[in-house]
């Protein structure tokens, strides 16, 4: 008998399901990814103009590393590089399978192994991956039906049951030729979702997007940026060019007064020739002993002035660096338990399975048709099972009764 050809619901009793198989799918594991305003990285460039990254425009360069060791490394590097972290939008993570094509000596970013880079000017549009289930399962929980029937659902089918998405279930007989097969497409953003779009599905030739099934869970991550590094990158170069002003205009204080002085020490001789002697040599006196004092304060302010701007970079140091905190539903992925296996086939247990395969031997299938019995398929006798049957023919009245 070909498989679908009775899908009537029988209502009887399946008990609980059991998994019978998984499909191991490598390539959602995750690599982490970083979003950069810079338009270099030690050195080489990564261009500030657009670029395509599945489909979608970015203007953002993504830094992408394939283990955490190179994200910790590409992390401190950025921290190390004087503001660098400041061009840090944000980081997260992605399945492989997003960004798979593009891992490659290409795109890698040379100063730090394992770490990619997503360049403007260039598309980055990663191929659609294909999973197909070639063999079909010859058996529910170890027994091999005889009735074709329990080779359909709900005795049998495939669940998509990801840890963080949507569950489906798809049945074996509504795919074409009974063989499941699965596009698997995704985004290079925080928080993507990953799609699965189920292939020659209930009569469509090629992709069914009404049975779409999605995977998220893939985290954002945390990150810092060295606080007084940026500071210091930011303002070191303000703080210089004051400092030199200060000093210029100290001295040029420190010459003014010593000109006064001079001046007053010219007026002061001068006037000894014409008026009292004694009363100009106090006054010549006071106006040196003045101008003495005044270069003295000044050379102090311009210490003063040192020492306030080096305790405010002293104060700027001591200060946190700057961090974002990572957000997910991701508990699996940290305790590396991610589940690879998100299309599982499922079964009834053996002792249902063998029931249900007596029972169909016995009655065959419900098909709710109104058709004239076939009275003459066992050699022997017949059994027909019937509902609100109408029989016509010659039948003695008591019989009736």
Request: net charge negative.
């Amino acid at each position: 008998m070909y498989l679908g050809n009775n899908l009537l619901p029988e209502g009887l009793e399946t008990g609980e399901y059991v998994l019978t198989g998984t499909a191991e799918i490598n390539s959602l594991e995750p690599v982490w990814c970083v979003a950069y305003l810079g338009t270099e990285i030690l050195g080489q460039q990564l261009g500030n103009g657009s670029y395509i990254a599945n489909g979608i425009a970015q203007t953002v360069s993504f830094l992408i590393c394939t283990t955490l060791d190179a994200y910790n490394h590409l992390m401190s590097t950025l921290n190390a590089d004087e503001n660098a972290s400041d061009y840090i939008l944000t980081c997260f993570s992605v399945p492989k399978i997003a960004v798979s094509n593009f891992l490659n000596s290409a795109n890698a970013v040379e100063s730090i192994p394992n770490c990619y880079a997503f360049i403007s000017g260039n598309e980055y549009n990663q191929a659609p991956t294909i999973i197909s289930f070639n063999n079909f399962p010859d058996y529910l929980n170890g027994y091999t039906p005889r009735n074709q029937k329990l080779r359909t659902y709900p005795y049998m089918y495939l669940g998509f049951n990801p840890a963080n998405g949507s569950s489906k279930v798809y049945r074996y007989e509504d795919f074409a030729n009974r063989i499941p097969e699965f596009k698997i497409l995704c985004e290079v953003n925080q928080n993507p979702t990953v799609v699965f779009i189920p292939q020659n599905y209930r009569g469509l030739s090629s992709d069914n997007l009404s049975d779409i099934g999605t995977m998220q869970g893939y985290p954002t991550l945390s990150s810092r940026s060295d606080y007084f590094n940026s500071w210091l990158a930011q303002n070191s170069q303000i703080i210089n060019l004051q400092m030199q002003q200060e000093a210029f205009n100290t001295q040029m204080g420190m010459v003014n007064t010593g000109i006064q002085a001079v001046n007053s020490l010219v007026g002061n001789g001068l006037s000894m020739k014409e008026n009292n002697v004694a009363s100009n040599v106090v006054g010549a006196v006071a106006d040196v002993g003045g101008a003495i004092v005044n270069v003295y304060q000044q050379g102090q302010n311009y210490d003063y002035y040192v020492k306030q701007q080096m305790s405010q970079v002293e104060k700027q140091q001591m200060l946190p660096d700057q961090a974002n905190m990572s957000s997910s539903n991701a508990t699996l992925l940290g305790y590396g338990m991610q589940d690879k296996n998100v299309i599982t086939m499922y079964s009834i247990k053996r002792q249902f399975a063998e029931r249900i395969d007596k029972y169909f031997d016995m009655y065959g299938y419900l098909t709710n048709t109104v058709k004239v019995p076939n009275i003459n398929n066992r050699p022997n006798w017949n059994y027909i099972k019937t509902v609100g049957a109408n029989i016509l023919g010659n039948i003695p009245e008591r019989r009736l009764n």
